[in-house]
């Protein structure tokens, strides 16, 4: 079965302070991976992803995530974080079988909250 | 860059009536497009995928006959929520698929909150 893990609810980080959220996945075949943004309300915003070939990522506003695939894993990094950084984050990976017709699958979100 | 355009933001019916949700890119075309829904402090669960011209596919325990799903052209999805019931009450979110770039991209609306009352 294939899934994506976001093992924190919520991650507190003081402003300034380095910033992790965390995904593994398990899924067949190369996947393709994404972290998204979510404000209240809204639908999704799109941070950055991972295809192929560098295994580190750099994304919108600071963000960056590595790639590690013997740990299977997608961690999603910021060096020093913001307020406005406190928004829900989403792991999703699209699994690269022809069968899967291009679908997500998100992990279940994690609340990232930055205090000044 | 790209956009998709989802409307009505939030809409309130009566149970019983019919809800039609409209998913429209804006400036590229998509050939597939997904619709999710989404409960207060969860994840998106996909509720079908529908190509353009052809009939929706539908996710497992996703009723395809309370949630009619079109795509009649390139740029327009809509879901409709037949005979909603308080239950369908969600956040319902579509999503595009998108290749600009040459990349495997993903571009959503912003989300219609429905409300059955």
């Known amino acids: 079965a294939q899934s994506v893990a976001q093992p924190e609810d919520q991650v507190n980080v003081a402003e300034g302070n380095p910033l992790t959220v965390k995904c593994t996945y398990s899924v067949s075949g190369n996947p393709y991976l994404f972290w998204y943004v979510q404000y209240p309300n809204r639908g999704l915003q799109f941070l950055l992803k991972?295809?192929?070939?560098?295994?580190l990522v750099k994304g919108s506003y600071g963000f960056e995530a590595e790639f590690n695939k013997s740990q299977t894993s997608f961690h999603l990094k910021k060096p020093s974080a913001l307020v406005s950084d406190s928004v829900l984050y989403f792991c999703a990976v699209r699994p690269s079988t022809p069968d899967s017709w291009g679908k997500l699958q998100f992990g279940a979100g994690t609340q990232v909250v930055v205090t000044p | 860059g790209a956009v998709v355009s989802q409307h009505p933001s939030r809409v309130i019916c009566k149970s019983g009536t019919s809800v039609k949700i409209e998913c429209r890119s804006l400036d590229f075309q998509a050939t597939t497009m997904f619709w999710y829904r989404q409960f207060p402090k969860q994840s998106l669960m996909l509720m079908a995928t529908s190509n353009e011209g052809s009939k929706a596919t539908y996710e497992q325990g996703v009723e395809k006959d309370k949630f009619l799903i079109n795509h009649a052209s390139l740029t327009l999805s809509t879901l409709t929520v037949t005979s909603a019931h308080p239950e369908d009450s969600s956040f319902y979110i579509c999503s595009a698929s998108n290749r600009q770039g040459g990349g495997y991209g993903y571009t959503f609306g912003s989300g219609t909150r429905l409300t059955v009352v």
């Open positions: 991972y295809i192929t070939g560098d295994n």
